[in-house]
């Protein structure tokens, strides 16, 4: 087990947040334990290294005249939503300890989602050739990451009871689906605090 602090950021802009996450890459490299660092976002759309314009839905004018940022960001992957209701964790972890493998590190973050899923009776899985995860043909979380000199940044999103309406914006991922959220398959009431409460445990 490795050491690993756990920073809770609330509802923060999501530029603030990115800074602090480059900040805690530079403090893991200079040898501090690792960070896990949980938040929620003001709505936001976040751009990919891979995303492309055509998977925008409506214009950009449109959907900043909404409140709606739109940033491009140095992770992996396409255009994806972040807003409140929505728990993101970014960790940022030395993968070293982790052999060096982000294809099996992604495997593992994964894992802990479908793992938290399973505490509300949720059945999530993955989906051959596609990251995130499912429920049935719905995604509920999508992920992301970055790497500096293998310490990890950026991340995962979890929709827990963010509105989901606003991804209609968007082909979340660069793909035609409907995203769902743990509010909408258990019709009952839960925050993103529940949820990181029993993610950090995994």
């Known amino acids: 087990m490795f ?14 947040a990115y800074q602090f996450q480059k900040d805690c890459v530079q403090k893991v490299l200079n040898g501090e334990p690792q960070k896990l ?3 929620e976002h003001p709505a936001v759309l976040t751009m990919g290294r891979m995303s492309k314009d055509s998977n925008f839905l409506w214009e950009k004018k449109e959907i ?8 491009p960001i140095d992770r992996g992957g396409e255009v994806t939503l972040h807003a ?13 300890n982790y052999g060096k493998d982000l294809k099996a590190f992604l495997h593992r973050l ?3 989602i479908i793992n938290v899923l399973k505490d509300y009776k949720i059945d999530g899985h993955r989906l051959d050739g596609k990251t995130g995860v499912w429920v ?4 509920i979380a999508s992920l992301g990451v ?38 909408k398959k258990c019709n009952t009431q839960v925050t993103p605090i529940d949820i990181q409460k029993i993610m950090w445990h995994y």
Request: hydrophobic share 40%; aromatic share 8%; net charge neutral.
């Open 64 to 71: 900043e005249k909404k409140g709606v940022k739109i940033l």
């Open 37 to 39: 660092i949980f938040c």
């Open 110 to 112: 994964e894992a802990v």
């Open 146 to 183: 970055g790497v500096k000199k293998w310490i990890s940044f950026h991340g995962l999103s979890v929709n827990v009871s963010n509105d989901l309406e606003l991804f209609r914006m968007i082909r979340t991922s660069g793909m035609d689906i409907q995203m769902t959220s743990k509010q």
């Open 3 to 16: 050491d690993c602090q756990i920073i809770d950021l609330g509802l923060i802009d999501y530029a603030q």
């Open 84 to 96: 409140p209701g929505q728990l993101v964790a970014y960790p940022i972890f030395n993968l070293n």
């Open 136 to 139: 049935e043909r719905d995604k």
